[in-house]
């Protein structure tokens, strides 16, 4: 029996069946930059606990997370892991958006080509952790090729060795409207966390499927 053909539209559309992603759960923009990081090797229980932390000692305020030592950030991060790593990048991210007055609106018309390597050109911030920010906080629609797409597009008969090999297979994404292009990044990651194997695969309203880029 041959296999059903997707689009990556229609993967998105069949995948938001599902309902609405929920996805980023913040409720600022800096809150995102901040869990970006944090969620680094490591899962969202334990990001939730960090954020509660700093939520409780600066509600996110861009200028009270600039000011922060390095000690005192790490004591509120620790349950995220990574504590020495994560505390200077995110001290590196503050006294970034610190030069340009914490406008994230304006940092957003920035071109892409040239924010995103700004993005990776600080300590701590790869490929994966670029483009979640480029997408939930600066407005970009961009792909997020992480571990749950690579391992959902191989699959569904895209198989990618790399990040960036993912990223020139779904270029179409940086022309779809924002919040598609932010609740397809949700979907996938919600599907990532209950389908992670192909038994379970084999199982889901995916299975039978290919898909075409």
């Known amino acids: 029996m041959p296999l059903a053909e997707l689009t ?12 609405p992603s929920g996805w980023w759960p913040a409720d600022s923009k800096y809150e995102i930059l901040v869990g970006a990081i944090l969620v680094q090797n490591t899962n969202w229980t334990n990001v939730a606990k960090s954020l509660a932390n700093l939520r409780a000692s600066t509600e996110f305020d861009p200028a009270k997370l600039a ?38 609106p304006a940092i957003a018309q920035t071109p892409l080509d040239q924010l995103r390597p700004q993005l990776l050109a600080l300590p701590g911030i790869g490929q994966e952790t670029a483009d979640a920010m480029l997408l939930f906080v600066f407005d970009q ?73």
């Open 8 to 19: 990556l539209p229609a993967l998105y559309h069949k995948l938001a069946q599902q309902g």
């Open 67 to 104: 000011a922060m030592s390095q000690e005192a950030l790490i004591e509120q991060i620790r349950p995220s892991g990574f504590y020495q790593n994560k505390s200077r990048a995110l001290l590196a991210l503050f006294a970034w958006l610190k030069r340009r007055d914490f406008d994230l």
């Open 141 to 213: 629609s961009v792909f997020v090729a992480d571990t749950y797409a690579r391992r959902l597009f191989t699959w569904l008969g895209q198989p990618t060795a790399t990040y960036s090999a993912l990223k020139a297979k779904t270029h179409e994404v940086d022309a779809w409207p924002l919040h598609d292009a932010q609740e397809l990044h949700g979907l996938i990651d919600n599907f990532g966390k209950t389908v992670k194997d192909p038994a379970t695969f084999a199982a889901s309203s995916l299975a039978g499927m290919t898909l075409v880029l």
